[in-house]
């Protein structure tokens, strides 16, 4: 069966350490991936996507991989500060339509 | 300015009830969707219209119909509404189908009792 995984239990770093989440998908094959970030009681807001030819992509303290033969996406997030903490979703579209399928997400708790 | 914005935020209503939900978009984006996260957390994709037209229609009880009165707008109805109907209903937009990011409101928690 189709599935998206991720970290489900909740991701607890320092302040100003690198922070990396996991996104693991199995019978996928998806042109691209994207990551979100959602605070509590808010929407998910779009952050990165990366292509299928693309084996990194990078915004600032953020950089994702992809890897399309290990069929996973690592999401980085360098110095990391407590604003940082929020849940990460990752999403893929298994029709290229944006018919996006999204991971529970994982919950990433920034310490100062 | 809200990009994406749902009324209402909070909705608590007893089974059986007909609600509404409704979503508007100054983004001037082609497509939007309606996509519900159940208690796990999963964000699960309803339906989508492009151009007021109904692109994607994934399995949903009938007793959910969109309605796009203009590309602006995506409203939901939800006829005799059931205990399992309780989750957050997110509404959002994009450019055009295919690779774009999804722009999300801020969602509408929707309470069976």
């Known amino acids: 069966s189709q599935k998206i995984e991720q970290n489900s239990e909740a991701l607890n770093i320092q302040e100003g350490k690198t922070a990396t989440l996991t996104c693991n998908y199995t019978?996928?094959?998806?042109?691209?991936l994207q990551w979100y970030r959602q605070d509590p009681g808010r929407g998910p807001v779009f952050l990165l996507l990366i292509r299928e030819n693309e084996k990194e992509k990078r915004k600032e303290r953020l950089k994702v991989t992809f890897d399309t033969t290990l069929k996973q996406s690592l999401f980085h997030i360098t110095a990391s500060q407590p604003a940082d903490s929020a849940t990460y979703l990752c999403?893929?579209?298994?029709?290229?339509?944006?018919?996006?399928?999204f991971g529970a997400g994982t919950i990433l708790r920034v310490k100062s | 300015d809200t990009a994406v914005s749902q009324t209402p935020k909070y909705l608590v209503t007893q089974m059986g009830n007909d609600k509404s939900i409704k979503c508007e978009q100054n983004?001037?984006?082609?497509?939007m969707y309606w996509y519900k996260q159940d208690s796990k957390k999963f964000l699960k994709i309803m339906f989508s219209?492009?151009?007021?037209?109904?692109?994607i229609n994934e399995t949903v009880p009938n007793r959910f119909s969109p309605k796009s009165p203009d590309k602006a707008h995506l409203n939901l109805h939800i006829n005799s509404l059931e205990l399992g109907d309780s989750a957050v209903y997110f509404c959002?937009?994009?450019?055009?189908?295919?690779?774009?990011?999804?722009?999300f409101g801020n969602g509408t928690r929707l309470t069976v009792t």
């Open positions: 219209y492009n151009n007021k037209e109904l692109i």
């Open positions: 983004l001037g984006h082609d497509t």
């Open positions: 999403a893929l579209d298994p029709e290229y339509g944006n018919k996006l399928v």
């Open positions: 959002a937009s994009s450019p055009r189908t295919g690779s774009s990011p999804l722009h």
């Open positions: 019978n996928y094959s998806p042109a691209y």
